[in-house]
C-alpha cells in the first residue's frame, strides 16, 4: 500500500512537473499540485508545533528507541521530510518547555506574598542562579510542611524520571538545603481526572520518601502519561529547589501541526488530497486527523472561512471553493508510549476555476419521497474575470434520472439564446444523444453529463428539466463544471439564488421525514408467461429503499400462495435509491414454477427497524 | 460633759431638729410616678396595648418616668440619690428578663425564650426568602429539633434538622444527611411525608438570618395507603424549584416549574449555541448526522417567524461535510450558533423574543447539547446541558426525525410517581414504583413576567417480585430508567446573590438522591451544604470503624503504608482481596457489593433497561442451587448484557470438625456495557486512596467460572487451620483485542496457628503459605507465579499486674517463579525473590488514669529484607507510644 502511495506522490510531481509545462505553453488552465513537506514547501517552513511537541524528521528511519530499535518499519524509500509526534529521550528534560507550550507552574498554598514567579519559573528554565527558596533566616520563618508544587506540563507526556535539587554551583553551595521529606502525585490530565473546574485530581503519590538523604533526589518511575506533577512537601524544614526536570520514554500521546495559510495566488478550485502514512506500534493505537479548511482572506479565524473538514487520503476535496487560501492541521494522538504515526509529503491538487462562481438552485426543493418528479435545475454564472468558461456540466443525481426534458441557455438580459428538446424516453436512447450544441453524454445512476456550447459571459442562466426522484432528506442536486470533457478538476455549484423564477434559492431537495425505509414495490409486468415466446417472459420487481445512508441487507423474495419459500431472487446490500430485480417464472431449483398467484416480499433490515411489503404477481402459461 | 460639749451638742441636734422638717417639706409628692402604678388585676403578656389607668391620672408638669425594670426589680428611682455605702451596689442581672416575648399572627402569646429557627418567605420584596437557624440552634440542640404528637393511632412528628436521613423512594429522594423540615404523619393505614427545605442556602448557626432574594426550594411529599392487609399503595411527588421574592404572584410555584431568577433574567438572550457529538465516539462512525436546522421565533405579540423566512441561518462549525449533510463522527462535534446580534439577524429584537425553538433534522447516533450567552460557569464561558441522546447506535440513518426543542434556562426540576407493594399475596412479595421526571427550562425576557416554558420528560421505574415455597424460590426484577432521567436541580445563589455557575457541581447541584454506596451518614460526593466522604469502601469495613478491612491500623495520626496483608505479623490473618469470592452481575470483574462509583445511588443504574430472573432449590437447609438469567442493555447506545448464569453455595458448621464453604459460579456472558468504578486502593508507599477502575469488558462473549472453598479446622483446642481456595477461569468466545483468550487465577492459601500456654506464657506459632497463579485478563498486565511461606512465633507473658510483654519473630520468604535463570523477574512489575526476617518486642501496660485507660506501649521492631539481585535492607523502628481510651 506504501508503494502505492509513493507511487501517487510520484506521479503528482510528473503532474507538477507537466503543470508548469502546460502553463509556460499558454494554455492558462490546467491541475496543479501543492506538496508540503517536500523539497519545495518543507515541514518546518509550512507550520507551527503547538507545544512544540512534533518532530520534523528527515528520515523516520532516524526515529528509534535508546537501544537503537527503528520504530516505524514500512517506509517509503523516496519521501524526505516526516513530521512525528515527539519520541522523548532520556535526555529531553521536559520541564524545560513548559511555558513555551503553554504549561505552568504554581504554588497555591503559601502566602502569595512568598510567591515570588521569577523563582517559580527558575525550578524550571534551568538556571542555577535562582531557586524556590524555603530556607529560613533570622527574620523569616515559614510553614513547609504541606506546600505543593504544582507544575501543568501543558501537554501529556509519558514521564518515567523526575529529579530536583537544590543549587550546588560554586556560586551557591547550598547542597545542605535540599528537601529531606516529599511526595510527588502525578495526573495524566484527561477529563475524568480533572475537576469541574479543571484542577487536577491527584490520587495516591507515586513516590513517598520521608526520610530522604539525598541533595539529588533522582527517581526513576514507571513510564505513564503524566500531565500534571505535584512535588509535596513533607517536612517543616527549610529547603529549596533549583531545578524540577522531568523525563519521559515513548511517543508524545497527543501532538499537532498546524500549517500557515497557504495562499494559492488565486482563487482556485480543488482536486484529490493524498499524503503518506507511517506506523510504529500497532495500528489501533495510533491514529492521525488531517483536516483542511479554506477562505478568502488570509485571515483563517474570520467568519468567511469554511470550518475544518477531516479528510481521508484519496479523497475529492469538498471545501468551499473557488478559493485563494487554505490551512491545513495534522493531529496526532495514541494510546500507548510505543505507538505512533508519522506523516510524509501532504499533496492535493487545484487549479483555477472555468468561470468565477456558479450559482444553482432546484425547484421543487420539497417533494414527495421516492416519488418521481420533474426537477427544474437552474445555474446562473459568474464571471467577471474574463475565465475561459465551462463546456461540460454534470448534475448529481439521488438516482438514474428517467428523462432529460429540455435544457436552456439564457443571455443576462433574458433571451433565450439556445435550447435542446430532449425526447423523453431516455432509456431507450443510445449515448450520446445529440441536439445541435447540446448533448447528453452520460446517465449514470448518481449523475447525468450534459454537452453544451462554452458557457462563459457573466450573467449567463442555463436551464436543465429533467425527471428523477429523491430516497432521502437532504438530497443535494450539485452541478460539476468543467472547461472540457477531460478535465480532471471541476467547479462545485453554489446554492443561492439562480433566477427568481425559482424563488428555491438552494440545491437542497428535501422530503418527508418519517421512519419508513422500504418504498414502492412494483412488478412490471404482474403477470408473466415464460413459455419462451418472447413476450413478457420475465417480471420487473422494483423496488425503492428510503432514507439509508449506510448498506443495509435486503432480500426479493417469491413465496407461494401457500407461504412456501420458493425463490431467494436477491439478498444484497442496499443505500437509499430505486433497485431493480428481474423473475423469470422459475424457483431456487432452476425450475418452471406452476402456474398460479405468487407473493413477492421485499425485506430491509436497517438497525432501527425491518421494512418489508409484498405484493401479489401471476404466472400463467 | 463640759459645758462647751453640751452646747455643741445641742446645736447639732438643732440643726437636726431643724433640717427635720425640711427634710420632711422637701419630700414631694410624686403620686404613682413613684412607681404605684398598677395595671390592675393579673399583668398579662397578651398583645393588649397600653391602656387607661386611673393611677396615672396625675395632673402635673413633670415628665413622667414610668417605673418599669428598674423599679420592678431593684426599686430604683432615677431621679434618687444613689448610695452604696452600706448596701452595695449589685450588677444587672436579667434572669428574669432573658428571653423575649413571641407572638404569633393571631397575636397568641407564643412564649417568652428565644428564637431557634425560623424559615418565612414574603412576597413581593427583595431579599423576601429568610432562614434564621441561631447559634443556640447548633450549641442547645446540636441542629435538630422535633416537635410531635400523638392520640390513638395517629401520630405525627415534625423534625427540623441538617442531617436527617430521609428517604421518600430510592429513585426520587434519599438523603443520608438532609436539610430541611420533615413533617411525618402516621396512622394506622395511613402514612405521609412532608418535606421543605431550601436547599440554595439552607442556612448555617448564626445570630443574622440568611435573607435571599432568588432561591432554590425543595417540596416533596409521599403517602401510602395501606390497601387490605396485603397491598400498600404510595404516592410520591419531589420538586426543587426556583423561585424569586421580587414577584408578586404565584408563577414560582412548585407545581409550574420554578420561575427565572433575578440572575437569569437580568440581561436578554443574545446568542444560542447548539452542539452536536457522537453519542457513542469510541466506534468513531455513524454520529450525529444534521441534515437541517431551523430556529423559530416567537415574539411578546405571539408572531412567529422562522430563520430560513428571514434568512438567518445558524454558523455551522465542525462536522464533516458529507453529501447533503453534516456528520459528527467519533470526536468531531458540530456547533451550530444562533446570533441575535449579528447584522444578518433581522428578526425581532431580543428584547421581544418571547420564545425560541429548534428543528433539527437529524439521524444516527446523536447527542445534542446546548447553551447560551447567559448559561454560562464562573468565567463566562457557555456551559453546555444536554437535550437528548439518540437511543441505540443506529448508524445508517434508518431514525432521521424531526427534533424539536425549545432554548430556556433551567427553573425546575420535578419528580412524580407512585408505588406498589404487596406482602406474601398468593405468596408473592411485590414491589413496584413507577417515576415520571419533569425538568423545566424557561426563556429569560426581562421586559415579561410570564417566561415561556419548555419541559422535557424522562420516566424510571422498577418492580420486584419474589417468592420462597420451600425448597423452590424465585426472584425476578425489571428495570428501566432514562438516560435523561434526573434527580438533580441546579442552585442558585450559593455563594453570591443569584448566581448559578452550570458548570459547578460542587457548588451549584442539588441531589435528590446522593451518592451512598457503602449507606454511610454522609454521601460520597461533594455537594454544596453537605459533609461528604473521601474514602469509600463499600462492604470492606466489616465492623464499622470507618477503617478498610485491608489496613486496620491506619489512622490519620498513625498513618500505615502497608497494606494489612503485606504487613509482618498481621499478614497472617489478613488475605489478599483477590481471594474473596462474590457475585459479579455486570461482569467488570469486581465482586457487586464491594463496588463504588460515583453515580447517584439508584438500586438500578441510569440508561439501563432489562431484568433479571432466577430460580432455584435448597437441596439441602446447606446446599442452595440456583439458575438465573440477566438481559439488560443501555437505551442511548446498543450495549448490552447477556449473562446466564449458574450458582452453588454451601455453608455448613460441622460441631466439633469446623465449617466448610463451597461456592460455585458459572457464566455464559455476553456483556459489552461499560461499568467503570471507583475504588479504594492501596499502592505502596499510600494510606490508600480512590482510584478510578476501568471496566476491561472481558466478557463479551465469555465463560466465567469461579471456584471457591474454605475449610476452617478447628477440632484441636487452640489450633486453628484454614484452607482456602479459589479458581476463577475466563475463556473468551472471541479474540478480544488486549484481552488474554484465557485468564486464571488460582489461588491456594493454608495457615495454622496454635496457642500453647505454659503457666502464665503462651507460645503461638503460625504458619501461613500462599500460591497465587495468575494470568490476569488485560494481556498488558503480566501473569504471576508466587508463593510466599511465612513463619513466625509469638510469646506473651504478663509482667506484674496491668503489663505484659510480647515477642515475637517472623520469618518470611517469597518466591518468583516467573523471572530468568538470573533470578530477574520477566516483567519489571513483578517482586524479585526475597526473604524477610523480623523481630519485634513490646512492653504492654493498659492503666486506669483520671478517667481514662492509658495504654502505653514501648518498643522497637527489627526487618531485614534481602533480595537476589538487589542490596539488603535492615529497618528498625523504636516507639514509646501512649494511647488514651475508653476501655473496649
Same mark, same amino acid.
Given at each position: ?476 442536486? *450539485? ?7 477531460? %478535465? $480532471?478538476?471541476? /467547479?462545485? +455549484?453554489?446554492? !443561492?439564488?439562480?433566477?427568481? #423564477? ?11 421525514? *418519517? ?7 412494483? %412488478? $412490471?409486468?404482474? /403477470?408473466? +408467461?415464460?413459455? !419462451?415466446?418472447?413476450?413478457? #417472459? ?84 | ?888
Amino acid at each position: 500500500m506504501l508503494s502505492t502511495r509513493s507511487d501517487l506522490i510520484r506521479s503528482v510531481r510528473c503532474c507538477h512537473i507537466l503543470v508548469m509545462v502546460v502553463l509556460f505553453t499558454g494554455i492558462g488552465y490546467a491541475k496543479q499540485t501543492m506538496i508540503v513537506g517536500g523539497e519545495e514547501r518543507p515541514w518546518q517552513d509550512t507550520g507551527t508545533t503547538p507545544g512544540e511537541v512534533v518532530d520534523i524528521v528527515d528520515h523516520l528511519d532516524q526515529v528509534r528507541t535508546v537501544d537503537g530499535v527503528q520504530l516505524f518499519i514500512e517506509i517509503p524509500e523516496d519521501i524526505d521530510g516526516w513530521i512525528v509526534p515527539l519520541r522523548l529521550l532520556p535526555d529531553f528534560n521536559i520541564s524545560r518547555g513548559v511555558l513555551a507550550r503553554g504549561g505552568s507552574i504554581d504554588v497555591p498554598n503559601i502566602d502569595p506574598g512568598q510567591r515570588r514567579p521569577a523563582e517559580l519559573v527558575g525550578m524550571l528554565n534551568g538556571d542555577h542562579t535562582i531557586a524556590f527558596d524555603r530556607t529560613f533566616t533570622a527574620e523569616r520563618t515559614m510553614r513547609n510542611y504541606g506546600v505543593r508544587i504544582i507544575i501543568d506540563l501543558g501537554a501529556r507526556f509519558g514521564v518515567n524520571r523526575i529529579r530536583f535539587y537544590p543549587r550546588m554551583t560554586p556560586d551557591y553551595p547550598f547542597h545542605h538545603q535540599y528537601l529531606p521529606a516529599y511526595e510527588i502525585y502525578l495526573n495524566d490530565g484527561l477529563p475524568e481526572n480533572l475537576f469541574a473546574s479543571g484542577q487536577p485530581m491527584f490520587g495516591s503519590p507515586v513516590v513517598r520518601d520521608d526520610s530522604n538523604s539525598e541533595t539529588l533526589v533522582d527517581l526513576s518511575i514507571e513510564p505513564q502519561f503524566a500531565r500534571y506533577l505535584e512535588l509535596r512537601s513533607l517536612t517543616q524544614a527549610g529547603f529549596e529547589i533549583d531545578q524540577i526536570e522531568i523525563y519521559g520514554t515513548g511517543f508524545v500521546p497527543r501532538a499537532r501541526y498546524l500549517s500557515n495559510v497557504i495562499d494559492l495566488g488565486d482563487q482556485m478550485i480543488f482536486g484529490t488530497v493524498r499524503w503518506q502514512e507511517s506506523i510504529a506500534g500497532e495500528a489501533r493505537h495510533s491514529r492521525v486527523d488531517i483536516r483542511m479548511r479554506s477562505g478568502p482572506d488570509p485571515d483563517p479565524e474570520a467568519d468567511t472561512w469554511s470550518s475544518w473538514q477531516l479528510l481521508r487520503s484519496g479523497q475529492q476535496l469538498n471545501l468551499p471553493a473557488p478559493r485563494r487560501y487554505v490551512q491545513f492541521s495534522v493531529d496526532f494522538s495514541s494510546q500507548r508510549l510505543d505507538a505512533a504515526r508519522a506523516i510524509g509529503e501532504l499533496a492535493f491538487e487545484y487549479a483555477t476555476p472555468p468561470v468565477d462562481r456558479i450559482i444553482a438552485e432546484v425547484s421543487p426543493d420539497f417533494v414527495q419521497i421516492g416519488q418521481p418528479e420533474t426537477f427544474t435545475y437552474a445555474a446562473r454564472i459568474v464571471n467577471t474575470s474574463d475565465r475561459p468558461g465551462f463546456e461540460h456540466l454534470r448534475i448529481q443525481t439521488p438516482a438514474r434520472v428517467e428523462a432529460v426534458h429540455e435544457v436552456q441557455v439564457i443571455d443576462p438580459s433574458g433571451h433565450l439564446v439556445a435550447q435542446a428538446v430532449f425526447d423523453p424516453h431516455l432509456a431507450e436512447a443510445p449515448l450520446p444523444i445529440l441536439q445541435g450544441e447540446f448533448a447528453i453524454e452520460a446517465v449514470e445512476d448518481d449523475h447525468f453529463a450534459l454537452g453544451l456550447p462554452v458557457l462563459v459571459q457573466d450573467g449567463t442562466l442555463l436551464k436543465v428539466v429533467f425527471d428523477t426522484a429523491v430516497f432521502r432528506y437532504g438530497t443535494p442536486f *450539485d452541478g460539476h463544471a468543467y472547461t472540457h470533457r477531460e %478535465a $480532471e478538476l471541476y /467547479l462545485l +455549484t453554489e446554492g !443561492g439564488n439562480a433566477t427568481d #423564477e425559482l424563488g428555491t434559492d438552494g440545491v437542497l431537495v428535501r422530503v418527508t421525514v *418519517d421512519s419508513r425505509i422500504v418504498g414502492e414495490l412494483l %412488478a $412490471e409486468p404482474a /403477470l408473466i +408467461t415464460p413459455d !419462451g415466446d418472447g413476450i413478457n #417472459e420475465q417480471m420487473s420487481i422494483s423496488y425503492s429503499v428510503l432514507h439509508l445512508l449506510e448498506p443495509a441487507p435486503a432480500q426479493v423474495r417469491i413465496y407461494a400462495l401457500s407461504g412456501r419459500l420458493v425463490r431467494v431472487l436477491s439478498q444484497t446490500s442496499v443505500v437509499n435509491g430505486r433497485y431493480v430485480v428481474t423473475w423469470d417464472g422459475r424457483d431456487d431449483q432452476d425450475n418452471l414454477l406452476p402456474p398460479g398467484q405468487y407473493l413477492v416480499q421485499l425485506q430491509v433490515e436497517a438497525s432501527r427497524t425491518t421494512g418489508r411489503r409484498t405484493i401479489l404477481v401471476g404466472l400463467a402459461y | 460633759m463640759s459645758p462647751r460639749s453640751a452646747s455643741v451638742l445641742t446645736w447639732i441636734f438643732a440643726a437636726i431638729m431643724l433640717a427635720a422638717p425640711y427634710r420632711t417639706g422637701a419630700q414631694q409628692d410624686y403620686g404613682s410616678r413613684l412607681g404605684t402604678v398598677q395595671r390592675g388585676g393579673r399583668v398579662t403578656f397578651e398583645p393588649q396595648g397600653p391602656g387607661v389607668l386611673f393611677d396615672a391620672l396625675d395632673p402635673a408638669v413633670r415628665k413622667w418616668f414610668v417605673p418599669q425594670e428598674l423599679y420592678n426589680e431593684y426599686r430604683w428611682k432615677s431621679w434618687e440619690y444613689t448610695n452604696y455605702a452600706r448596701d452595695h451596689y449589685r450588677r444587672y442581672v436579667d434572669i428574669a428578663h432573658e428571653g423575649t416575648h413571641f407572638y404569633d399572627m393571631y397575636g397568641n402569646l407564643v412564649t417568652r425564650g428565644w428564637l431557634i429557627y425560623d424559615f418565612t418567605e414574603d412576597t413581593p420584596q427583595q431579599f423576601g426568602s429568610r432562614v434564621f437557624k441561631t447559634t443556640r440552634y447548633r450549641s442547645w440542640f446540636s441542629n435538630l429539633l422535633i416537635a410531635s404528637d400523638a392520640r390513638g393511632e395517629y401520630y405525627y412528628t415534625v423534625t427540623i434538622g441538617d442531617e436527617i436521613r430521609t428517604t421518600l423512594t430510592p429513585m426520587t429522594f434519599s438523603k443520608p444527611a438532609f436539610n430541611g423540615i420533615q413533617f411525618d404523619f402516621a396512622a394506622d393505614k395511613y402514612e405521609c411525608t412532608l418535606l421543605l427545605s431550601r436547599p440554595s442556602r439552607p442556612a448555617f448557626a448564626a445570630e443574622i438570618p440568611d435573607v435571599r432574594t432568588s432561591v432554590t426550594n425543595l417540596l416533596g411529599g409521599r403517602g401510602v395507603v395501606n390497601v387490605g392487609d396485603f397491598v400498600k399503595l404510595g404516592g410520591t411527588f419531589v420538586t426543587a424549584f426556583q423561585t424569586q421574592t421580587l414577584r408578586e404572584d404565584f408563577l414560582g410555584s412548585p407545581f409550574t416549574g420554578g420561575s427565572l431568577t433575578t440572575g437569569q433574567n437580568a440581561v436578554q438572550v443574545s446568542r444560542i449555541i447548539i452542539r452536536l457529538s457522537d453519542d457513542s465516539p469510541e466506534d468513531g462512525v455513524g454520529g450525529a448526522a444534521l441534515f437541517d436546522d431551523e430556529i423559530i421565533i416567537t415574539d411578546l405579540d405571539g408572531n412567529t417567524v422562522r430563520g430560513s423566512d428571514i434568512g438567518f441561518e445558524a454558523r455551522r462549525e465542525g462536522g464533516f461535510q458529507r453529501v447533503g449533510y453534516l456528520a459528527a463522527d467519533g470526536d468531531e462535534q458540530i456547533f451550530l450558533t444562533y446570533d441575535f446580534t449579528s447584522p444578518r439577524y433581522l428578526g425581532p429584537d431580543p428584547s421581544v423574543i418571547k420564545k425560541v425553538s429548534f428543528e433539527l433534522v437529524i439521524s444516527n447516533d446523536y447527542r445534542v447539547e446546548m447553551t447560551s450567552d447567559r448559561q454560562t460557569n464562573a468565567d463566562g464561558q457557555p456551559v453546555f446541558l444536554m437535550v437528548k441522546r439518540a437511543a441505540g447506535n443506529i448508524q445508517d440513518n434508518s431514525n432521521q426525525t424531526i427534533l424539536r426543542f425549545d432554548y430556556g434556562l433551567p427553573t425546575a426540576n420535578t419528580i412524580y410517581g407512585f408505588t406498589l407493594e404487596t406482602m406474601d399475596l398468593m405468596g408473592f412479595d411485590f414491589y413496584g414504583e413507577y417515576n415520571i421526571n419533569h425538568q423545566y427550562r424557561r426563556y429569560p425576557n426581562v421586559n415579561r413576567e410570564h417566561h415561556s416554558k419548555s419541559i422535557e420528560r424522562a420516566d424510571a421505574w422498577m418492580m420486584n417480585v419474589s417468592r420462597v415455597d420451600y425448597p423452590w424460590f424465585v426472584f425476578g426484577e425489571a428495570y428501566s430508567m432514562d438516560d435523561s432521567y434526573s434527580t438533580r436541580s441546579f442552585l442558585v445563589g450559593t455563594r453570591g446573590e443569584d448566581e448559578i455557575d452550570y458548570e459547578n457541581e460542587l457548588h451549584y447541584i442539588y441531589e435528590f438522591v446522593d451518592n451512598n454506596d457503602n449507606q454511610s451518614r454522609y454521601p460520597d460526593w461533594q455537594r454544596f451544604g453537605q459533609k461528604y466522604e473521601t474514602l469509600v469502601f463499600p462492604g470492606w469495613d466489616s465492623n464499622n470503624n470507618f477503617l478498610v478491612d485491608f489496613n486496620q491500623n491506619d489512622n490519620p495520626y498513625r498513618p500505615n503504608f502497608i497494606p494489612d496483608y503485606e504487613e509482618p505479623f498481621l499478614r497472617y490473618h489478613v488475605d489478599r482481596p483477590e481471594f474473596l469470592f462474590g457475585i459479579d452481575m455486570n461482569n467488570n470483574l469486581w465482586i457487586d457489593r464491594f463496588e463504588n462509583d460515583d453515580y447517584a445511588s439508584y438500586p438500578y443504574p441510569r440508561d439501563h433497561r432489562g431484568y433479571n430472573l432466577y430460580g432455584g432449590v435448597f437441596i439441602t437447609p446447606e446446599a442452595r442451587l440456583t439458575i438465573g438469567r440477566v438481559d439488560e442493555r443501555l437505551m442511548a447506545s446498543d450495549n448490552r448484557n447477556k449473562t446466564h448464569y449458574f450458582l452453588f453455595t454451601y455453608d455448613d458448621d460441622f460441631a466439633g470438625v469446623g465449617r466448610l464453604r463451597v461456592f460455585e459460579y458459572l457464566r455464559l456472558a455476553k456483556d459489552d456495557i461499560p461499568n467503570d468504578l471507583v475504588q479504594w486502593v492501596q499502592p505502596p508507599n499510600s494510606r490508600g486512596t480512590m482510584q478510578r477502575i476501568t471496566d476491561p469488558l472481558a466478557a463479551q462473549n465469555t465463560w466465567i467460572n469461579s471456584f471457591y472453598i474454605q475449610l476452617d479446622y478447628r477440632e484441636i483446642r487452640h489450633l486453628n487451620i484454614i484452607n482456602k481456595c479459589k479458581f476463577d477461569y475466563i475463556k473468551q468466545r472471541e479474540d478480544q483485542p488486549d484481552l488474554r483468550e484465557l485468564s486464571t487465577f488460582l489461588g491456594i492459601i493454608n495457615k495454622a496457628d496454635y496457642i500453647h500456654v505454659i503457666g502464665e506464657i503462651e507460645i503461638e506459632p503460625r504458619w501461613k503459605s500462599e500460591f497465587l497463579r495468575w494470568r490476569p485478563v488485560r494481556d498488558q498486565d503480566p501473569a504471576r507465579l508466587e508463593m510466599t511461606q511465612t513463619l513466625s512465633f509469638l510469646l506473651r507473658f504478663p509482667l506484674l499486674n496491668r503489663s505484659m510483654i510480647e515477642a515475637g519473630f517472623e520469618f518470611s520468604r517469597f518466591d518468583q517463579f516467573r523471572d530468568d535463570d538470573d533470578g530477574i523477574p520477566l516483567h519489571h512489575s513483578l517482586s524479585p525473590d526475597s526473604t524477610s526476617r523480623v523481630f519485634a518486642m513490646q512492653l504492654h501496660n493498659r492503666s486506669a488514669y483520671l478517667g481514662y485507660e492509658l495504654i502505653l506501649q514501648t518498643g522497637f521492631r527489627i526487618k531485614k529484607e534481602t533480595y537476589s539481585h538487589l542490596p539488603s535492607s535492615t529497618t528498625s523502628h523504636m516507639f514509646v507510644t501512649a494511647y488514651a481510651g475508653m476501655g473496649n
